[in-house]
């Protein structure tokens, strides 16, 4: 299930399932969007972006939805591992030289 | 492709001390390179933006004059925490965008955790 934790809001799932993660994004004229694996101590990894032309992308186990009207993306990630367990953000771009704005993150936590 | 490498990865040292921070793309070219910090259980907060041959973009509420930034080279970006007190003590993670058309990821080092005493 989900819950929402001291800082980061967590996401619990077995291993095996499937994960959803939300995120809700700010900027309306944001174009271009990207999801980011952050494992403890490390910096982010790049998992998926999407462009705000499309509304879904697929890549390899994992599939991003955007949802324009509402400003909400999502990361799928199919039949989920213990090596996915680390924190996920999503990075809106807003402005000129694609800065990014991160959200707020959610942990996945994936049992055996 | 597209690996940024940052070091130290690691510092610890004394209040009052100046740490400078690299950050390289080791198989791209980056004209355009990225400070963030990051505070325990929270999200990146971007510092400034590093533009090779010219001056950096801080964010509102960074002090420039504290975190000194220089791009020198379409490689590398160095960021200097000058004279750092306690508070200073953070995570600090860099990112690349490689040139080229339309919308590119930036691609993060793997951060240098600064512990002020």
């Known amino acids: 299930g989900e819950s929402v934790g001291l800082h980061l809001p967590t996401l619990s799932v077995q291993e095996g399932d499937n994960s959803i993660i939300n995120c809700a994004y700010s900027?309306?004229?944001?174009?271009?969007f990207i999801w980011y694996k952050q494992e403890s101590g490390k910096g982010p990894q790049f998992i998926i972006d999407?462009?705000?032309?499309?509304d879904k992308r697929q890549g390899q186990r994992v599939t991003v939805l955007l949802n324009k009207t509402v400003k909400h993306l999502s990361l799928q990630i199919a039949a989920t591992q213990p090596g996915d367990s680390a924190v996920y953000f999503c990075?809106?771009?807003?402005?000129?030289?694609?800065?990014?704005?991160f959200g707020a993150g959610t942990r996945l936590a994936v049992h055996p | 492709g597209a690996v940024v490498s940052q070091h130290p990865s690691r510092v610890i040292c004394k209040s009052g001390t100046s740490v400078k921070i690299e950050c390289r793309s080791l198989?791209?070219?980056?004209?355009?390179m990225f400070w963030y910090r990051q505070f325990p259980k929270q999200s990146l907060m971007l510092m400034a933006t590093?533009?090779?041959?010219?001056?950096?973009?801080?964010e509102q509420g960074v002090e420039k004059d504290k975190f000194l930034i220089n791009h020198a080279s379409l490689t590398l970006s160095t960021l200097t925490v000058t004279s750092a007190h306690p508070e200073d003590s953070s995570f600090y993670i860099c990112?690349?965008?490689?040139?080229?058309?339309?919308?590119?990821?930036?691609?993060f080092g793997d951060g240098t955790r600064l512990s002020i005493l």
């Open positions: 990112s690349a965008r490689s040139q080229g058309m339309g919308n590119q990821p930036q691609h």
């Open positions: 900027n309306s004229a944001s174009d271009y």
């Open positions: 999407i462009r705000s032309n499309m």
């Open positions: 990075a809106e771009n807003t402005g000129g030289y694609n800065k990014l704005i």
């Open positions: 198989d791209f070219q980056a004209t355009t």
């Open positions: 590093s533009n090779e041959g010219s001056k950096a973009t801080y």
